[in-house]
């Protein structure tokens, strides 16, 4: 089996005048989860269906071992597309067996496999019920079944999380550290930051087609500007903003959220917390996978001007791991409930990018 | 949750997870063409056969078709009309026979005990008159004074031709032996005595039976088409529409996808058309309804099942391309109209020229273009009026033409199919790579 490398290797595509992807590269080595994220339009759903060949890339190329894949090789990757995608009135055993058998199992290994996936999955018992008939929850199973039915050795998941209780999230979680602990490489996007802080090996951030952050994600944190938190409970809003090479990036209650540029003083800081009145709390933090993607994606704002991301409304009311990243993914949440209508969903939200600039 | 190897199965999967990893993969992920396509079109089968709407629809063409055929020998009174006579007009028998025969109709006459017995037996309805040999008029011998009829309500117009032409051969027959002449020597003299016709240009034999076959395989074949057609368009949007395209589209190539659907939906198609066109031609046979030799029934059958084929290849992969343009049921209306109009419109013109005049040259041209050869040809051919130079001809040119379509709906169908969204113009699908 070689050494089970995915590469996705300076991989191009534009449609018409709108550039998905610019130049995409990334690698996925045996055994490793690799978190895609990025805002909507960024180019993770193109670069997945690239992979897949349900799109052609306009340059470059996605090897396995080094060669590149073919509708073979292609048979051996687990895929589970961002649109759901299932007969819905067809049985989901019927269903995953025909699926099995077209990624090229024969019929009584692809019938083990349905046996075994569906069990391990927790939906054994709706084996003869139509896909239609089952929970949106249960359907999300009988998606992901239908992904490792074959016994992939890539695995290749657009939004696995998205839309899962917390149980199920729970066994998704367990299925993806175990094909990891089998060697398969697997990359999954997701919007749920926290969720691939804790899961992932190796992060990889989009960021208008282009990979803009890539690594272990501790490494990732490290390299990323410090931040200090600071309660101050009678300092008034504002009251940091003068200090040299500090910008305020948010507020968790009584606290404030500074970033340190370089050469910051953080005694500065702390000499300005305490002429306000006291000082509960005074401490150093690396920033969160949630605070680095906001980060590069408020580094668009400022640079391109790729309206997405942030300041946007309707905070707060997401799945979306706890705390602050709820902030920063705001306008992931909102995209991911509207899942049914986003139609060729990469466009329109490329279209949405460039609609945005002159805004 | 992290049930795997350790969870109880069901199914004696335990044990041999060595033989199965050699199983799977046998060929490294390497799928024949023929393998995916027998794996697609096996879905569709399995899929529509085990529908509802299938399975009624199948059982009510059946019914129809069997109900139609068995009308039609009650109906059209292919049965022989029962005379009765009673045993003591017992001659009269033989005369009634011949009247009937040279009348060319089928009569059967009964004998019964006495009039009050047959009285009886019209009014049970077991024969429709019962024939008494009236008084002979002015006092002469034998049966000169025709017939009293018997019937429970009137008399049919050839009955009552035969019962006539019987009655005035029964008083001539007495006119004669009255004169002294034998009635028999009369009889072949006359029977020699007819009409030789000399055709100049004759009309060529049109027989009904075959009218009726062809018009009703045509009509077959056309409801056949308007359901598994736009049934091809339907399965392709329904695998845009729950997306599973994607899914199918990262193992298998578009042109398989498409091959495959159309092969699965044209195998249940045509069995249900052999299904019905076996009831009707076997009931039609057998109740005599269908007049011509055995032969030529299967040889019909077979060459409309062939035109059946051909014309279901050419419509669904056009149906097929159709379908792929747009991403939702609501919008398949708008698509396909064009097919079911050239399905429709040919079908409508057969149907109301060709019974009047069979060798309709305008016809005998639509019947060759192969947009409307699929449904013209069975109906003409049925009918007998057209040349075999014909039907090769249009044969040709329907099979040239789906090699064409091949190409052009693999084309839209592999660049439309992956797109969803709002309705793919034709143009763009025919040229994006």
Redesign the interface.
């Known amino acids: 089996m070689g050494e089970g490398r995915l590469e996705v290797d300076a991989v191009s595509k534009c449609y018409g005048d709108v550039v998905a992807l610019d130049e995409m590269s990334f690698e996925v080595r045996a055994g490793e989860l690799f978190g895609f994220v990025g805002s909507n339009g960024a180019g993770k759903t193109t670069t997945m269906?690239i992979i897949?060949?349900?799109?052609?890339a306009d340059a470059g190329q996605v090897r396995y071992d080094g060669a590149p894949l073919t509708?073979?090789?292609?048979?051996?990757?687990g895929?589970m597309?961002e649109?759901?995608?299932?007969?819905?009135?067809?049985k989901v055993a019927?269903q995953l067996h025909?699926?099995a058998?077209?990624?090229?199992?024969?019929p009584?290994?692809a019938?083990?496999?349905v046996?075994?996936w569906t069990?391990?999955?927790?939906v054994a018992a709706r084996r003869d019920d139509e896909v239609q008939k089952l929970s949106l929850g249960n359907q999300q199973r009988v998606q992901l079944a239908?992904a490792l039915v074959?016994?992939p050795v890539v695995l290749v998941l657009d939004e696995p999380f998205s839309g899962l209780d917390p149980v199920a999230v729970?066994?998704m979680s367990?299925v993806l550290r175990?094909r990891r602990a089998a060697g398969v490489p697997v990359v999954f996007s997701s919007h749920q930051l926290e969720l691939v802080e804790r899961l992932c090996d190796r992060v990889g951030i989009v960021r208008a087609g282009r990979m803009v952050a890539c690594g272990p994600v501790d490494e990732l944190r490290a390299g990323g500007g410090g931040r200090l938190v600071v309660d101050a409970p009678d300092a008034p809003a504002g009251w940091a903003d003068g200090l040299a090479g500090v910008r305020a990036r948010g507020w968790e209650g009584s606290r404030t959220v500074l970033e340190l540029g370089p050469g910051a003083d953080d005694q500065a800081v702390l000499r300005a917390a305490l002429a306000s009145g006291p000082v509960r709390e005074f401490r150093h933090r690396r920033p969160s996978l949630a605070e680095l993607f906001r980060d590069v994606v408020s580094g668009s704002d400022a640079r391109g001007g790729g309206g997405d991301g942030q300041g946007q409304g309707g905070a707060g009311d997401g799945d979306d791991g706890g705390g602050q990243s709820v902030v920063a993914a705001s306008a992931e949440v909102v995209r991911t409930e509207s899942d049914a209508d986003a139609?060729?969903d990469d466009r329109?939200g490329a279209h949405v990018e460039s609609a945005g600039r002159p805004a | 949750?992290?049930?795997?190897p350790a969870?109880p199965?069901?199914?004696g999967?335990r044990g041999d997870g060595g033989r199965?990893a050699g199983?799977?993969?046998?060929?490294?992920?390497?799928?024949g063409a023929g393998r995916?396509l027998r794996?697609v079109a096996g879905?569709e089968i399995?899929?529509r056969v085990r529908s509802r709407a299938f399975q009624i629809t199948t059982a009510l063409f059946v019914v129809a078709i069997a109900a139609s055929v068995l009308v039609l020998s009650a109906v059209g009174g292919s049965s022989a009309q029962q005379v009765a006579v009673t045993a003591a007009d017992g001659t009269q028998a033989a005369a009634i026979g011949a009247a009937a025969r040279s009348l060319d109709v089928d009569v059967e006459v009964r004998t019964y005990a006495d009039a009050a017995a047959g009285r009886r037996a019209v009014l049970d309805g077991d024969v429709d008159a019962l024939v008494l040999v009236a008084p002979p008029a002015g006092g002469t011998e034998g049966a000169g004074g025709g017939y009293r009829v018997v019937v429970k309500k009137d008399l049919g117009d050839s009955l009552t031709s035969v019962l006539t032409v019987a009655a005035r051969q029964a008083a001539l027959e007495g006119q004669i032996s009255a004169l002294g002449g034998d009635p028999a020597t009369v009889g072949r003299a006359v029977a020699t005595a007819g009409v030789e016709v000399t055709a100049l240009r004759p009309e060529p034999e049109r027989d009904g039976s075959r009218l009726l076959l062809g018009l009703v395989a045509g009509g077959l074949i056309y409801v056949s088409l308007l359901i598994f057609g736009p049934a091809v368009a339907q399965s392709v949007i329904?695998?845009k529409t729950?997306?599973?395209?994607?899914?199918?589209?990262?193992?298998?190539?578009p042109w398989q996808l498409m091959a495959g659907k159309v092969i699965g939906i044209g195998v249940v198609a045509l069995g249900q058309l052999v299904l019905i066109g076996v009831v009707g031609v076997g009931l039609g046979l057998a109740s005599g309804e269908l007049d011509i030799p055995a032969g030529i029934a299967v040889g019909s059958v077979a060459l409309a099942l062939l035109w059946y084929l051909v014309g279901f290849a050419m419509y669904a992969l056009m149906f097929a391309a159709a379908g792929a343009l747009v991403?939702r049921q609501e919008d398949a209306g708008g698509v396909v109209a064009p097919m079911i109009s050239a399905i429709v419109i040919p079908y409508m013109l057969g149907f109301s020229v060709l019974p009047t005049s069979p060798d309709s040259g305008l016809i005998g041209v639509l019947a060759i273009i192969p947009l409307f050869a699929p449904i013209l040809m069975p109906m003409v051919i049925g009918i007998g009026s057209v040349a075999v130079w014909q039907v090769l001809l249009a044969l040709v040119l329907t099979l040239a033409w789906i090699v064409v379509l091949v190409w052009l709906a693999g084309r839209v169908y592999g660049n439309a199919v992956?797109?969803?969204?709002t309705r793919v113009p034709i143009r763009d699908a025919l040229r994006a790579?």
Request: proline share 2%.
């Open positions: 269906r897949l060949g349900v799109l052609a509708l073979r090789t292609r048979r051996r990757i895929y597309p649109e759901r995608g299932l007969y819905p009135k067809m019927e025909y699926l058998q077209l990624h090229g199992l024969g009584v290994a019938r083990r496999a046996a075994r069990e391990r999955l927790g239908a074959h016994d729970d066994v367990e175990d139609a060729g329109s | 949750m992290r049930a795997g969870a199965v069901d199914d999967e199965e199983e799977r993969y046998a060929g490294d992920g390497e799928l995916v794996l879905r399995g899929t329904e695998e729950s997306r599973v395209v994607e899914l199918l589209l990262a193992v298998i190539r991403s992956k797109r969803s969204g790579a």
